[in-house]
């Protein structure tokens, strides 16, 4: 996209001041799975799991959270290329740690980061079928981060009812616009054995994807 790293820069800071602005000029808002998106706010630190189309409109959740009395840091996964990199500056400058990696491929070096960032009780959020696609195909990160550290992931989703579709991304992500109606949901955790934690991906799947169809504003 942007091959300079301070124009890369810029544009986040301005991305990250839209998509706070956007998300708080809505006309409605409400909540689905109010009593699961508190947990959050709780002892243990969890996974966020949410479908990389959703990205621009799920900072509203970590808004919600913070309102609810959430004070655990929230680091977020970023692949290492250049778009990748954009979206991870947005989420710094949203207020969140970035760790650089992937859940694909390639992604030891960044699985293991996520794994201290979860020890030292930071929640993670994590794109499971990012960077690439297939869109919504959970790769077998999300699962295994689970099944290591033991902690329960949180299948969300997000979604404006005025929104523009970038439809030659791979993932038809969509852009929120101001003045519609705004929806946040958060579903049931979902447990991962560590002994069999690729088990679980059919179900992570299924769950994000019940997440997404509730999502409807």
Known sequence: ??????????????L????????????????????NMRLLAGE??????????????????????????MMRPAVALASRHRDGQLIGNIMRALGMGLVSGSSSKGGVAGMQ?????????AHVAITPDGPRG????????????AGITGVKILPCAAATSRFITLHKSWDQMRIPLPFGRLVLVCGAPVEVSREDW???????EAALNAAQERAVP
């Open 1 to 14: 996209m942007f091959k300079s790293a301070p124009v890369r820069a810029v544009l986040a800071r301005l």
């Open 16 to 35: 990250a001041w839209y998509i706070h602005a956007v998300l708080r000029l809505q006309l409605g808002f409400r909540i689905e799975g109010a009593e």
């Open 44 to 69: 243990q630190p969890m996974i966020t799991a949410f479908w990389h189309e959703t990205l621009p409109t799920m900072p509203v959740l970590w808004r919600e959270v913070h309102k609810a009395g």
């Open 113 to 121: 980061e996520l794994v201290r960032s979860i020890k030292g009780g």
């Open 134 to 145: 297939p869109a919504r195909r959970a790769a077998a990160g999300v699962a295994a981060l």
């Open 198 to 204: 690729r088990a679980a991906l059919p179900a992570i």
